[in-house]
Structure formats: structure tokens, C-alpha cells
């Protein structure tokens, strides 16, 4: 079975930094894209980092200059480095991945969530 364990949330002042990571376990054929969600309370969840296979990336207008996304294809692994964070910046974090298995095609899968605090 495929799935997503995060890790690396947690409270944190105002202008301080986070790691979260991201590991896929499970025997997939390819994995596409990866990317970083958060849902705030009241809101919808939104996009805040994704890098595709090639390591293209692209962000939330709100994160850039200050979250750094990254993959590591050797482990099925990405990373959220954040930096410079806001009290805006607190939600649950989730990872998403789009994987396949031979012979069939693209799905996706999330993580459970990681939930990051920022206090002012």
C-alpha cells in the first residue's frame, strides 16, 4: 500500500524556521509530482509548494522568497524548508504525491498532516 509520513511540524516564534519532510513508502513504478498543501481552520485548502519531476517548482505567491521545496528521488522523499515564518503561516501542512504503479495511471495520495504553529 502506498502512503505519505510526514514529519518536522511543530511551534515555532515568529521569524523562526521549520523543516517538514515527506516520505512515499511503497513500491510505485513513477512518481510525478510532490507537493506541500495547508488547510488553516475556516479555510480551504490551499497549494503552498509543489516541484514536479523535472524539479520544477512553483509556489504560493504567499511563501515566496521564504519556503524552499525540494526532492530527493533516490527516497521518494520531499521537503518543505521554512523560513521567515508568520503567524499566517499556521495550519496543517499535508504532502501530496501523484505516483503510478505499472501498468496503470497517475493517482495521487496524501499525507496525514503535520500540524505547524507560529506564535507572534
Known amino acids: 500500500q502506498v502512503q505519505l509520513v510526514e514529519s518536522g511540524g511543530g511551534l515555532v516564534q515568529a521569524g523562526g524556521s521549520l523543516r517538514l519532510s515527506c516520505a512515499l513508502s511503497g513500491r510505485v513504478f513513477d512518481v510525478n509530482a510532490m507537493g506541500w498543501y495547508r488547510q488553516a481552520p475556516g479555510k480551504q485548502r490551499e497549494l503552498v509548494a509543489r516541484?514536479?519531476?523535472?524539479?520544477?517548482?512553483n509556489y504560493a505567491d504567499s511563501v515566496k522568497g521564504r519556503f524552499t521545496i525540494s526532492r530527493d528521488n533516490t527516497k521518494n522523499t520531499v521537503y518543505l524548508q521554512m523560513n521567515s515564518l508568520k503567524p499566517e503561516d499556521s495550519a496543517v501542512y499535508y504532502c501530496n504525491a501523484v505516483y503510478r504503479l505499472i501498468f496503470s495511471g497517475y493517482q495521487e495520495v496524501w499525507g496525514q498532516g503535520t500540524l505547524v504553529t507560529v506564535s507572534s
Open positions: 516541484v514536479a519531476s523535472d524539479d520544477s517548482t
